[in-house]
């Protein structure tokens, strides 16, 4: 499959393209950014071609990775799968509900495959957890937690990027505590309560469709040391923990471009789809909606 990759910044260039360079499935055919240097320094260092039009990369793919700002990929997502390209996407798919819905309708349109890359789906210790609980059934509360010391005051994170400081954790670590919670303890039907912490930090009362309830808190100004990602579920079962997983997101994405590719060759809506990420930015859109509301 000739793959192209569409964004420059860092998770393109720790990330993406090393795993698209180094993956036997895939062509790397060429790199797309908005800032046409670095497309070229990205893809010399890949030994693919830098793309100053990004419809001339789409014309020469059978596929794109997208590494760009969510609601630059959403515009740029649904251009691809118009293009016939499928769809390798980061997280979240947009931060409207209108953009997550063009891509859905544009995938569905062309019948095009798409996965979302949520880190946590993909690695095989916490991947496996995911799917064994979901199995498991009669689950009563969950709570996750994603804390994440980006915005630290001590913190030189390369991921402190202008999207990130406007809409926060909601909308970054979110999405990995929802695609941990949804399909154990099903969809959510509303959010019944939110409320903001210090920083960033905001906490969700969720329901879900089985009944169950989960608590979320999320946050990207924590201190360094109180970091990290936990979700547990309690039930008839007992308690479950999320384990702690040992690869790291270069594997998790190995195994997204594998996921991919088995989709487009069967012609399978695949389990994180497009459509799974629409419902993801309805639920945090439902939550910025409570959190605004309470501000004001």
Request: contains cysteine; glycine residues 12%.
């Amino acid at each position: 499959m000739r793959i192209g990759l569409l964004g420059t910044g860092p998770w393109a260039g720790m990330v993406h393209a090393p795993v698209l360079a180094s993956h036997d499935g895939l062509d790397f055919a060429g790199v797309w950014g908005r800032r046409p240097e670095a497309a070229k320094e990205l893809a010399d260092r890949h030994g693919t071609r830098a793309y100053d039009d990004v419809d001339a990369l789409l014309g020469d793919v059978d596929a794109v990775a997208v590494a760009l700002p969510p609601d630059v990929q959403a515009e740029l997502a649904a251009r691809a799968a118009g293009a016939g390209c499928h769809l390798l996407l980061d997280k979240p798919v947009a931060t409207t509900v209108s953009g997550a819905r063009a891509v859905v309708r544009a995938a569905e349109e062309a019948r095009v495959a798409s996965v979302v890359f949520f880190t946590t789906r993909f690695l095989g210790e916490t991947g496996d957890w995911i799917a064994e609980q979901a199995g498991a059934g009669g689950w009563f509360t969950g709570h996750a937690q994603w804390l994440g010391s980006v915005f630290a005051e001590e913190s030189d994170s390369p991921f402190a990027t202008p999207w990130r400081r406007e809409k926060g954790a909601l909308w970054d670590v979110g999405p990995h505590a929802l695609s941990v919670l949804l399909p154990v303890l099903g969809d959510v039907r509303r959010v019944t309560a939110a409320g903001r912490g210090p920083g960033d930090t905001v906490h969700l009362v969720l329901d879900h469709a089985g009944g169950a309830s989960s608590t979320v808190t999320l946050s990207l100004t924590a201190p360094p040391g109180a970091a990290g990602a936990a979700v547990e579920v309690h039930g008839a079962s007992g308690t479950s923990r999320l384990p702690q997983p040992t690869g790291g997101a270069a594997d998790a994405l190995t195994r997204a471009v594998d996921e991919l590719l088995a989709a487009a060759r069967d012609g399978r809506a695949h389990p994180c789809d497009a459509a799974f990420g629409l419902r993801v930015t309805e639920v945090l859109a439902d939550a910025e909606t409570l959190l605004d509301a309470g501000e004001r």
